[in-house]
């Protein structure tokens, strides 16, 4: 592949990847929206995908996360564990509880559902103070497995992705076919024009365009054009 060729092809995809990345965060915040509204009207929060022929290809659901325990007080926090636990307190020009002794907390503190943690070695249960539990919002989760990405990939082939296909890439109307000496004689002329490319794009490359005669020719191609 000539440099020309590989510039555009980078030129294409980049454009095809960005109407592809935009369109994508248009139709995953639907998704979520139209999740949302189906749990609050249904309680559905799980829906299966299918192609237009009504082949399955994969599922779609709103993942509601447990809530996590979060320091949210952090004097409170660290008061605690100095007076408790100073051991695991490292002081610097700050006093802070050390990120080990937290994660370990607040881990423990997720599994048991409320901001208490008894410590295993005295099995006195503490009231953590700056610390509370957190819920998370709710995402979607697209599930598709290898034979739903095989079936979406024969479906673009064929084009028979129908609505799925994102406007600003799909794919033109099919061209009137065409006799096959029209077809051949269109073969030929696209095998003349990139041989004359290669000698053009070889000349350029050889410093044509210090030719005496450059300038003149520009005038000639403007002239004709």
């Given amino acids: ?28 915040r639907e998704l979520e929206d139209g ?32 809530a996590t325990a979060a320091v949210t007080d952090p004097d409170a ?35 048991a559902g409320v901001a208490e943690w008894a410590d295993p070695e005295t099995g006195v249960i503490h009231e953590v103070p700056g610390v509370t539990m957190q819920g998370r919002s709710a995402y979607t989760r697209l599930t598709v497995p290898d034979a ?14 129908g609505a799925a296909m994102p406007p600003a890439i799909a794919p033109a109307p099919a061209a009137v076919e065409s006799s096959d000496d029209e077809t051949e004689k269109l073969r030929q002329r696209i095998a003349e024009l990139e041989e004359r490319d290669a000698w053009l794009s070889a000349l350029e490359a050889a410093g044509v365009d210090n030719w005496e005669g450059w300038d003149t020719a520009r005038e000639i191609a403007g002239e004709a054009s």
């Fill in 77 to 111: 926090f660290t008061a605690w564990v100095v007076e408790n636990y100073s051991g695991e307190i490292t002081r610097r020009f700050v006093t802070e509880v050390k990120p080990g002794f937290q994660k370990k907390l607040l881990d423990q503190i997720t599994a």
């Fill in 35 to 66: 999740l949302r509204a189906a749990k609050a009207e249904t309680g559905t929060q799980k829906i299966a995908i299918t192609l237009n022929e009504g082949q399955d290809i994969g599922t779609a659901s709103l993942v509601q996360p447990k």
């Fill in 148 to 161: 739903g990405k095989e079936a979406i990939a024969a479906a673009w082939r064929e084009n028979r992705l």
């Fill in 1 to 28: 592949m000539s440099l020309k060729d590989t510039a555009r092809a980078v030129a294409v995809l980049s454009t095809l990847h960005s109407a592809i990345a935009d369109q994508l965060k248009t139709a995953k």
